[in-house]
């Protein structure tokens, strides 16, 4: 993603669209749809705030029993966070997530001895990242798949393999030739789905 396009997707103002849900059976959307509603009716008093709480912290345990995902009731998201494949997500309840970002399945934020990960503005965690202690991520960053990321990553920059080394934006690397292709081998693609 250069950052021509991760500009199109604001860091700061939450797109709530994101966390609609588009149907039925939308269980990342339905689990956040119940922390939300919960967090919504916190604060407030009498019989009707005390039920609706209720209801939606059972939702939010039938939701986190479906997906196997740790998200603690009280955490501080920002809007129009996706993860569309919703399995396995842990995610430290002092941690703090940024708007529209995207977590992948199996990701862990997990708290060390000097603090919790603080996420910005549209970060992209890509499947099986593990982000550990008091890092922050920059608005815009992207973490490698399967990356242990046990450093602060600056903004628009990505973060790649165990420990996770830090990758400048696409655009500022240096260019190296390409290899020549090997004779009757189709050539490498990186599009992940
Ligand atoms: C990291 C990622 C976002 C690509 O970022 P990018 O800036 O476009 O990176 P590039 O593809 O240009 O690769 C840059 C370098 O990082 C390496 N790299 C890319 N992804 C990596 C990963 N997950 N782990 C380790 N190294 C990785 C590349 O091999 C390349 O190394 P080289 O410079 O030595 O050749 C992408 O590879 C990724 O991991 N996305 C997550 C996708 C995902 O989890 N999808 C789930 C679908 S179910």
Redesign the pocket.
Known sequence: ?VQDQAETVSARIADWSREAPQRLWDPSRRLLRAIRKYQSWRGRRGPVAYLARRWWANQHRLWSLVTQCEIYIEAEIGGGLIM??PNGIILHPDSRIGPNCMI??QVTLAAGETGSPVIGGHV?I????KILGAVTIGDHA??????VVLQDVPAYC?A??IPAKI?PP?EQ?AVSPLPAPVPGRAPAT?S??
């Open positions: 993603m569309p494949h992948f399945q992209d890509g499947a099986g990242a992207r973490i490698g798949a399967n990356a990505t790649v393999g990758l696409r690397r990186r992940y789905g």
